[in-house]
T-cell receptor, first 114, second 111 residues
Framework: DAGVIQSPRHEVTEMGQEVTLRCKPI?????LFWYRQTMMRGLELLIY????????DSGMPEDRFSAKMPNASFSTLKIQPSEPRDSAVYFC????????????FGSGTQLSVL | EDKVVQSPLSLVVHEGDTVTLNCSYE??????LLWYKQEKKAPTFLFML????IEKKSGRLSSILDKKELFSILNITATQTGDSAVYLC???????????FGGGTRLMVKP
């Protein structure tokens, strides 16, 4: 299995631009998570999908952030407009079982907003 | 709100030393506690603990959970430079919510 696949690996953009991060979960996993990691705040959950349906998006910072999961094999996290404080590593993770079981993480997208 | 606190924040040891990493938590309706190792990129799974007093072991790494005192420890014996990483602790509850991660312990093992 290829594991959780994220793209791009790195993204550098200017403030105000739209950013789209992509994730392909492990086949057969029915839970998908988007996390953000910074030195100051550690790993923070942004949103959680179960069977393609958003279950909890209370971690999404503000309206500039949106996430979709149109099918079981693809999810996007969009930031529009981006701001320098959005600079972080964004991880996607998937899980085969209950949400509090084992998560499999992708390699992350390093986002820098200038 | 669920809370996970890890200590120490960082640790520097020499190869061959034994280290103990700590994780304390506050969670409503505890379900599981997980340990992850994060080197350069993605966190990778180490252990999942659900019951008190049962040690989980994998090679030189072991972990145990105390649900009465609300903490877990991760032990690494005979450390190697490849053990250098950030070790993350996370807890989940029965409410169907997601994992809450601690801030991690950064371990550096010197040759």
């Amino acid at each position: 299995d290829a594991g959780v696949i994220q793209s791009p690996r790195h993204e550098v953009t200017e403030m105000g631009q739209e950013v789209t991060l992509r994730c392909k979960p492990i086949s057969g996993h029915n839970s998908l998570f988007w996390y953000r990691q910074t030195m100051m705040r550690g790993l923070e959950l942004l949103i959680y999908f179960n069977n393609n349906v958003p279950i909890d998006d209370s971690g999404m910072p503000e309206d500039r952030f949106s996430a979709k999961m149109p099918n079981a094999s693809f999810s996007t996290l969009k930031i529009q407009p981006s701001e320098p404080r959005d600079s972080a590593v964004y991880f996607c993770a998937s899980s085969p079982g209950p949400p509090t079981g084992k998560l499999f993480f992708g390699s992350g997208t390093q986002l820098s907003v200038l | 709100e669920d809370k996970v606190v890890q200590s120490p924040l960082s640790l520097v040891v020499h190869e061959g030393d034994t280290v103990t990493l700590n994780c304390s938590y506050e969670v409503t309706n505890f379900r599981s506690l997980l340990w992850y190792k994060q080197e350069k990129k993605a966190p990778t799974f180490l252990f999942m603990l659900t019951s008190s007093g049962i040690e989980k072991k994998s090679g030189r790494l072991s972990s145990i959970l105390d649900k009465k005192e609300l903490f877990s420890i991760l032990n690494i014996t005979a450390t190697q430079t490849g053990d250098s990483a950030v070790y993350l602790c996370a807890v989940g509850n029965n409410a169907g919510n997601m994992l809450t991660f601690g801030g991690g312990t950064r371990l550096m093992v010197k040759p």
